[in-house]
């Protein structure tokens, strides 16, 4: 048997041109695989965040218009519009502010409540009327029906009823 000599057992061979740009793909792939789903991570935190912040700001300008409404400071309509009227046929409340550098836009709807029979609930006695109020506030667009690229719908909604007994 012949002896090996020192030099070819540490010879290494090197990789061939091919080899390296495979290596380099799969690396590279590997690397975007993983961005991707970082990204795909990130906005979904993101996204949960604004509808925090939208639910928040839902609640907080429904709690400042029915104050406002109701103690007849509204420049939108009058205590005694929103009782006897609904929206439709009369306008919503809309307007829009900024916080933390994002404008959020909202819309108030306000509807009698009425039972199975289709009469106002409460009727029958003086001051018992009800009403139901929505809000719906949207970001990051101009309108509550378009979507966000890669986000999807960035709008939240809230209902409460009001009695007509309440005053501030």
Known sequence: MRP????????????????????????????????????????????????????????????????????????????NQFLTQDSPPIGPIEASFSLNNTVFTYRIYHQTVEDSAGAVLGAGAAENRLKKVDIIVWWFTDNPGTQRQGHGFLRTGLTRMVHQNIYY
């Open 4 to 79: 090996s000599s020192p030099a070819k057992e540490w010879a290494v061979r090197g990789l061939t041109l091919a080899e390296l740009v495979v290596s380099i793909f799969l690396v590279a792939t590997a690397l975007l695989l993983v961005i991707g789903v970082f990204l795909t991570v990130l906005r979904g935190v993101e996204k949960s965040a604004d509808l925090t912040a939208g639910a928040t700001v839902a609640e907080s300008m429904l709690n400042f218009e029915i104050y406002r409404v109701l103690s007849d400071t509204s420049p939108f309509l009058t205590r």
